[in-house]
Nanobody, 122 residues
Framework: QVQLVESGGGLVQAGGSLRLSCAAS????????MGWFRQAPGKEREFVAA????????YYARAVKGRFTISRDNAKNTEYLQMNSLKPEDTAVYYC???????????????WGQGTQVTVSS
């Protein structure tokens, strides 16, 4: 079983940047697809981005496309989410997840991190 730990969240002003990391342990995740999701207070968890096992294919939600970049370093067993031009509506708890296929469907991911808070002030 893979355990995921997110880090890098925090408080940032609108227009600023953050880079989230998701470190995997337990076994290598190099063969798995990975994703990022977020959940704002009072809202359902939503898809942010996904990446295939090789890092060669990436997918983004419309709300973040062009501002966020998902990447991975299989040698370090770590996934990243670079977030630029942050907006107050990006405020949420961000979760990383892993599974057999890169998808927007949270139900298809087999394991999850505990989440990291991102707060964007206006």
């Amino acid at each position: 079983q893979v355990q995921l730990v997110e880090s890098g969240g925090g408080l940032v002003q609108a227009g600023g940047s953050l880079r989230l990391s998701c470190a995997a342990s337990g076994r290598t995740f190099s063969g798995d697809a990975m994703g990022w999701f977020r959940q704002a207070p009072g809202k359902e968890r939503e898809f942010v981005a996904a990446i295939d096992w090789s890092g060669g294919n990436t997918y983004y939600a419309r709300a973040v496309k062009g501002r966020f970049t998902i990447s991975r370093d299989n040698a370090k067993n770590t996934e990243y989410l670079q977030m630029n031009s942050l907006k107050p509506e990006d405020t949420a708890v961000y979760y990383c997840a892993g599974g057999s296929i890169e998808t927007y469907d949270s139900g298809k991911y087999a394991y999850w991190g505990q989440g990291t808070q991102v707060t964007v002030s206006s």
